[in-house]
């Protein structure tokens, strides 16, 4: 059975949200930097590793400018994941994407949150990242969209942890309980 799950991507602009999901949907990389101007789409299907199932994605990359943020609002609406999104070589992109996991928790967002720290082909690390991943029970993936490095192990738990969350929703059960009779009292009568 195929199952289909929103994905979207957050982060402050020029993090390389757009290129990750470019790798990822088409493993392909651009050094040209395009602003967006609300939301990009991909889609993206993952066999599941140990398993026959496949798992359909629709990526979504949001544009990263404060301005659009009210914009950004409508399209992670609804999403199974989202990608909070930082560059490895800016320390204020993190600032902003704990900013948006905050934003996030507020909202009580029933989506998987992962961290995703970019430009790693830079040979850069950042330990802030990890020990706030780490205190927040994040996921946290370090990739390089431009070497694809790590791209492919990040949507392949993305579509097993959304498979999982499906799973998990559909056995649990279901009670419904029917009022007992009650005599109508209503303005209208």
Known sequence: MNR????????????G???????????QYSDVHQLNIGAVYYRKTVELKDSEEVIK????????????????????RNASAILIVFSLDDEESLKKAIEWRNILLEQNSDAIIILVGNKSDMLLTCLQ???YALSNTLQYF???????????????????????????TQS??????????????????
């Open 17 to 27: 949200k757009s290129s990750i999901l470019l790798r990822a949907a088409r493993d």
């Open 172 to 189: 649990a059960k279901v009670q419904i309980v029917a009022p007992q009779e009650q005599k109508s009292f209503c303005c209208f009568f």
């Open 57 to 76: 994605l629709e990526l979504w990359d949001t544009a990263g400018q404060e301005r659009y943020n009210s914009v950004t609002q409508l399209y992670y």
């Open 129 to 131: 990242a990890e020990q």
């Open 4 to 15: 289909v799950f929103k994905i979207v991507a957050l982060g402050a602009t020029a993090v």
């Open 142 to 168: 370090v990739v390089s969209a431009k070497l694809g490095n790590g791209v492919e192990e990040l949507f392949q738990y993305i579509a097993q942890a959304c498979n999982n969350l499906k799973q998990h």
